[in-house]
């Protein structure tokens, strides 16, 4: 008897509830249609009513998930989210009907299309994520309808065209991530209006003009990126008023200078990242002493002055990069503090002894072409090339090589046309300079992948065949680099020389998922000229594990060569993971070219046989050159160093 009338009330108690609940129709059919549409029923099998109470994909982490609200006598789907299932296909009408959502989540799919203007029929929308997917056309201008977004999010899409205007209409906005999304031109004065914002990720995208003065107007911001954009400084002196900000990462600027002083009252910083901003004039103390500066990145400007010493006294800097300005004076004793774990101070007229607990950070010290006394770091050849890099140095090999090999990130490998590419393994810091066990060649990492900074150190590898080769092998390991990451071939006798680069795209996929649509780009320069810009690998080799070879030619006048690998801030970040970015190098094979044989591709054969070349009057006149050049070098920051694009002589017709 008691058993009957427990399964009876448990009976009554089920009929009670499911006829309480009335979820509107429209919506019903319509929640169907789209798990139809996306092949989602053995993830979501919605054979009772989708609001039913308790039901499990109605929890915070289920996925795909459909929550309702009941409040009222009907339910009504308001959130729904089916994240990185690989959903593809343009947003089917169905969608649109969902007109209570306030919560839409397709982020990591590969949707495609472009977004209809129906988008802006769901007016109660608040959290819209349609970030990492390969929607095209335009952004729809029927975002500025939902008015009610307090975080939008489009980053990693094919988009084209500029910003709308409407997107001024979003006043509760307070999160938007638009980096990598397609978007081009100025950015709208209109966005003026979106006072409420905290978060801004705006890089890699085309967009051009100056750098909005009204950002400074934004005050409750605490992250604001915007790398790898045609943007024109000088960064507005309004921005001083962002006293909130923790996170500011602005650079690759074209355009006018700007000074740093709009960063005195900004205390709140962690990460600050001004990279290749055009920025001159001195350092201003009080940034040393920001309680919660974690990575302060000032590299690739034309600062001037000395090192502040109030570093010596931060209890938060981990890492410090200012690398390549025209900094003087000598290094602060006391700068290697406890909690520092990288310095990064090369290419600057720096003088002065090595701290004396360098060897702390030794392995993430990189003080090359600076004037500090770096016996007891550098290697001998290292330190050879530090001076040869430095003020008029003219170097002499007295053991001159004419070649030399590389296997990135990966042990010693003979290629299959013989040549031999030496061990380069050894575990990079953020900001290190390592020299082969020959000497014939050094390599040097400076960033720290900020966001996953104990993750995967500068090298990768795949299990993979690499295909488009018969060296498979050689490509299955390489160096990456979130910055710039350095191959500087030593004691080489000066001529003419063929740059064999060899690339493969290991890390990010070409399939058929949200995990293939990453994007890398980067620069490359020899002997300090931009020769390629916004390389991407995988679009080049027409794919992922594919090989690809790119040869260029290059003079050695002062027995050094520098193959600079350089991040321009553009690209995705984080397809297929995290921190995916940057610069990616599999190996190089660099040779004297021999002056019977012009040609390059001739030169390949005689790799390892070709033999000491005497230049005479054609070496002298390269050295006469080298000078001007190393000062040139020292005096202007390397993306100004536009490349001259000059014809390509052959050298015996000189
Ligand atoms: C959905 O659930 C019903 C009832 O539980 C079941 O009969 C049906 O086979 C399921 N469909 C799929 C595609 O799993
Ligand atoms: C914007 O919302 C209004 C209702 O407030 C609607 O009539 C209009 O069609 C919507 N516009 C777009 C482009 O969706
Ligand atoms: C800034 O944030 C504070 C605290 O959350 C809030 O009260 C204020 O309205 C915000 N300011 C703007 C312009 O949205
Ligand atoms: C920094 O704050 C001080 C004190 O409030 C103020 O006098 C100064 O003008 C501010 N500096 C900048 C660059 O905003
Ligand atoms: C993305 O869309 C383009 C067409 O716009 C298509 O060629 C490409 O294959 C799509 N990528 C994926 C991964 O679906
Ligand atoms: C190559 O250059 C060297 C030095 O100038 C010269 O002695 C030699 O004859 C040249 N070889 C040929 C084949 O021109
Ligand atoms: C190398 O030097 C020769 C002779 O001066 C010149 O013609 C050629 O353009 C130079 N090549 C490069 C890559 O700078």
Redesign the pocket.
């Known amino acids: 008897m008691g058993i009957l009338s427990f399964c009876f009330l448990v009976f009554c108690i089920h009929e009670l509830v499911s006829a309480q609940i009335t979820t509107e129709p429209s919506e019903v059919a319509a929640i169907n249609k789209l798990i139809d549409y996306w092949g989602l029923k053995s993830k979501l099998n919605l054979t009772t009513d989708p609001c039913t109470p308790g039901a499990s994909w109605a929890a915070e982490t289920a996925n795909p998930r459909v929550a309702c609200d009941c409040a009222a006598n009907i339910c009504h789907i308001t959130h729904l989210k089916i994240y990185a299932l690989d959903i593809s296909g343009e947003l089917p009408r169905e969608l649109f009907q969902l007109t209570e959502l306030m919560d839409l989540n397709l982020g990591q799919n590969i949707l495609s299309g472009s977004i209809p203007p129906e988008i802006g029929n769901l007016l109660k929308m608040q959290y819209l994520s349609l970030g990492i997917n390969n929607f095209s056309g335009l952004v729809p201008v029927a975002f500025g309808n939902l008015t009610k977004l307090k975080s939008l999010s489009f980053s990693s899409n094919d988009f084209n065209g500029p910003l709308p205007v409407d997107l001024g209409k979003l006043t509760s906005l307070e999160q938007l991530y638009i980096d990598s999304s397609g978007v081009s031109g100025p950015i709208p004065q209109e966005l003026s209006n979106l006072k409420s914002l905290h978060t801004v990720w705006a890089s890699a995208n085309g967009f051009t003009g100056k750098l909005p003065e009204f950002f400074g107007t934004f005050t409750n911001l605490t992250t604001l990126r915007l790398e790898g954009t045609a943007l024109e400084g000088p960064i507005p002196s309004s921005y ?1 008023a962002l006293t909130k900000l923790e996170d500011l990462r602005i650079g690759d600027l074209s355009g006018e200078d700007s000074t740093l ?2 960063l ?2 900004l205390t709140s910083l962690a990460i600050l990242s001004l990279r290749s901003a055009q920025v001159t004039g001195e350092i201003p103390s009080q940034i040393g002493t920001f309680p919660n500066l974690q990575s302060l990145d000032l590299s690739f400007n034309k600062l001037t002055g000395s090192i502040p010493n109030t570093f010596e006294d931060s209890q938060s800097l981990h890492f410090l990069y200012l690398g390549s300005n025209m900094l003087n004076g000598e290094i602060p004793s006391n700068i290697i503090t406890p909690e520092l774990r990288a310095l990064d101070i090369s290419f600057n007229s720096i003088t002065g002894n090595l701290p004396a607990n360098f060897a702390k950070i030794g392995q993430s010290l990189n003080v090359l072409g600076t004037l500090v006394n770096g016996d007891g770091l550098l290697d001998g050849k290292a330190s050879e090339i530090s001076r040869c890099l430095i003020s008029d140095n003219k170097c002499t090999e007295k053991f001159p090589v004419n070649s030399f090999a590389v296997k990135c990130g990966g042990s010693q490998q003979i290629s299959s046309n013989g040549v031999r590419f030496d061990d380069d393994s050894e575990t990079l810091g953020a900001s290190s300079i390592y020299t082969s066990s020959n000497n014939n060649w050094a390599v040097s990492n400076t960033g720290s992948f900020i966001s996953n900074p104990n993750g995967p150190q500068y090298t990768t590898h795949t299990a993979s065949q690499i295909t488009g080769t018969f060296d498979s092998e050689l490509y299955k390991t390489a160096r990456v680099s979130p910055n710039s990451l350095r191959y500087y071939g030593l004691g080489l006798r000066n001529g003419r020389y063929n740059v064999e680069l060899h690339f493969s795209e290991i890390q990010m996929d070409d399939s058929e998922s949200w995990k293939g649509l990453g994007k890398r780009l980067f620069d490359i320069y020899i002997q300090g000229e931009r020769v390629v810009q916004d390389f991407n690998i995988k679009k080049e080799a027409h794919g992922s594990k594919r090989a690809l070879v790119k040869s260029f030619e290059a003079n050695v006048t002062n027995t050094n060569i520098d193959i600079h690998f350089k991040w321009a801030g553009k690209g995705t970040c984080c397809i297929p993971f995290q921190s995916t970015f940057g610069p990616l190098v599999s190996a190089i094979h660099v040779s004297q070219v021999s002056n019977v044989s012009g040609s390059s591709n001739d030169n390949k054969k005689q790799v390892g046989r070709i033999v000491g070349i005497t230049l005479g009057v054609v070496a002298g006149m390269l050295i006469t050159a080298s000078v001007f050049y190393l000062w040139w070098v020292k005096k202007t920051p390397e993306h100004m160093r536009v490349s001259t694009d000059s014809p390509k002589k052959n050298l015996t017709s000189v």
């Open positions: 001083a002083d709009f005195v009252n």
